[in-house]
């Protein structure tokens, strides 16, 4: 049982953990913990939308979903040991840096060796990759193409916090890439509505990482890290997220009216409370310190914290919208 909470709880929030602690985890605990397992929801959810329209659409394959799923999700929780690995050696972890402050980066807090994070990202990888070659012999080479568009994408990151690209990459990884990309390897078809369908969640992540970005503004400014906020300004970068936090429901309503979205995802709505919340965090200064109240293990994520809460709670609403979708079409009502 112990181990199963264990395993809920890495995939729930991003644990800090004390070395004594480290060495009792088993294998599995210490790949969730350190592959930042919390955010692989927003892959899953990507990877879900883009399976749930194939089904809305009567094309719906369990084994290729699953497949596709998996593979995306490994190949997120790779670029996370990739990212930890090469921000290490380039030395922007280094001297009590933000990344190393919420839950653990696994070499500056001395959990792993270079070595072992390189094996595990290597082993991930190769994951991945399997997955991935099989679902090019189903598919053919445009599984190839989004595969490798994906990776460059993704194993990019690091590199693109000096040239301010962090955001844009989310856009086009989480969104067209993943949702349209994942509709494509389950059918065989390409669809405008999964592609714009993709792009309205995909603001949901961008969120996330502007929010990270803003949280961890004085000491990117510091190093000469360039990402959007630093370019942006601090005030301007929270005005455009909580932008980006509206466009979400207006992109939803939009493609509802479309008739590109059955009228059951307006059931997003239920996570007004939380974007209610984000907006009024991000309309006020930073804490200097957590309130009462506030999760020890998210500081000092803040801004990041509330964008991350209801992304995952828009996704998930959003996934069931289509799920009922795809139910009440089952049935002869076409919503």
Do not use: C
């Not at 596709?68 to 190949?75: D, E, F, K, M, P």
């Not at 990776?151 to 990019?156: D, E, K, L, R, Y």
């Not at 590199?159 to 955001?167: D, H, T």
């Amino acid at each position: 049982m112990r181990t199963l909470r264990l395993w809920w709880k890495a995939l729930r929030v991003i644990p800090k953990i004390e070395r004594e602690e480290w060495e009792g985890f088993d294998p599995i605990t210490r790949w969730l913990v350190a592959a930042r397992s919390a955010v692989l929801v927003m892959t899953f959810t990507s990877a879900t939308i883009g399976g749930l329209f194939a089904a809305l659409h009567g094309k719906f394959n369990w084994t290729l979903y699953i497949l596709t799923t998996l593979g995306l999700v490994l190949a997120h929780a790779a670029s996370n040991f990739f990212n930890d690995l090469f921000d290490y050696r380039l030395g922007l972890d280094e001297e009590n840096y933000f990344r190393a402050k919420y839950g653990p980066q696994p070499l500056v807090a001395g959990l792993m060796d270079e070595r072992g994070v390189l094996k595990y990202g290597l082993i991930t990888m190769a994951l991945a990759a399997a997955i991935g070659l099989y679902l090019a012999y189903v598919r053919g080479w445009p599984v190839v193409l989004l595969a490798l568009l994906g990776f460059v994408s993704i194993m990019g990151y690091s590199f693109s916090k000096r040239i301010a690209l962090g955001e844009p990459l989310v856009i086009l990884v989480w969104g067209p890439l993943m949702v349209a990309g994942s509709y494509y390897v389950i059918t065989g078809d390409f669809s405008w509505d999964v592609f714009w369908a993709g792009l309205v969640y995909a603001l949901g992540p961008t969120t996330v990482l502007f929010g990270k970005h803003i949280d961890k503004y004085d000491d990117d400014l510091k190093r000469g890290i360039r990402t959007l906020p630093i370019i942006l300004g601090r005030e301007r970068a929270k005005n455009i997220t909580k932008i980006l936090l509206i466009l979400m429901y207006v992109g939803v309503l939009v493609l509802v009216g479309l008739r590109m979205l059955p009228i059951t995802t307006l059931i997003v709505v239920l996570a007004l409370d939380k974007l209610t919340l984000a907006m009024r965090v991000f309309s006020a200064p930073r804490p200097d310190s957590p309130p009462e109240g506030y999760p020890p293990e998210a500081w000092p994520l803040w801004y990041a914290a509330f964008a991350f809460v209801h992304t995952r709670k828009f996704g998930l609403l959003f996934i069931l919208g289509l799920l009922l979708g795809v139910i009440l079409r089952a049935y002869g009502i076409n919503v």
